[in-house]
Structure formats: C-alpha cells, structure tokens
C-alpha cells in the first residue's frame, strides 16, 4: 500500500548542497518543504519537498561519493512560465520551449546542482493515428531533431 501523499515511484537526488537545491525547488517550482533532517555533521540526512502531486525526496550525498544528477520530468499548466522561473533562480537552459509532435510544449534546464529538468505542459490530447501523421510533418520532425540534439551538448 502507497502512504497517503505519495505516488507508486518517489524520485531520490542526491548531491552535495541539498539545502541549496530545496531553495532552488521552492523559488523555482513551489515546492513545500514537508521536512528535513539534519545531522551532526550538519548535512541533511533526509529531506522531503511536494511539487504538485508529488513528493521528491532529497540527501547530501556522503563525501567522496561521486556526482549523481536526476533526471526529472515535471508537467505544469504553463510550461513557459515555469522554465522562465527556474531560469531566474539559476538553472541554465539546455533546451528552449518547443512544441513536440505528441501534444507536449517541452523545454529542459540544469539546476545548479546538475540535476535535468524536462519542463512540459500538455497542450493536447491526441490518438495514435494523429501523433503518427504530425510525427511526419518537417515542423515536427525539426522541432524532434532539435530538441533530441540539444540534450547531448
């Protein structure tokens, strides 16, 4: 059984700065703060923010382990304003807003940390036989191409 509040998958990131990044989630994407547990050492042990319906929970990573980026895809009501957000609290941008071939209006940001961001918002619902026929159509395919090349950069 799923605790109340929580979703069958829990997404873990882990770093080197967790306080940093609960700051970065907050003024980026609302995220509430649900807890934090910090050590003697002074590092947190364990953290919980809810973004929408979902809980991420985070840690500093215990020291010499190496970096351990996430890769999160995060669906809002307006995908533009939110990657502008993140933006403006210190992600850098990896891939501009781009309307894809399946109904999705799709960018990506690194956070400070190196954690990767896909920023969508479901612009609309679509049934196989249409996503097939734009999958073809060269706005489509471009805007595919650019966005599948802008990741390995």
Known sequence: MVPDGYTTVTPWIIGHDTAGLLDF???AFDAEELGRVVGENGKIGHAEV???DAVVMAFDSPDG??????FLRL?????EETQRRA?????TEVTRQTVLFFGDRVG?????FGN????QTRLEELDEAEMARRAQLPEYVEAMK???GELGR
């Open 75 to 79: 669906y809002v009501p307006d995908s």
């Open 25 to 27: 989630l907050k003024a």
């Open 108 to 112: 990506r940001v690194r956070d400070p």
């Open 116 to 119: 990767l961001w896909w920023i």
């Open 50 to 52: 809810r973004i929408g």
């Open 146 to 148: 650019y966005v599948q």
């Open 87 to 91: 933006i403006e609290a210190g992600a």
């Open 65 to 70: 382990w190496a970096a351990t980026p996430a």
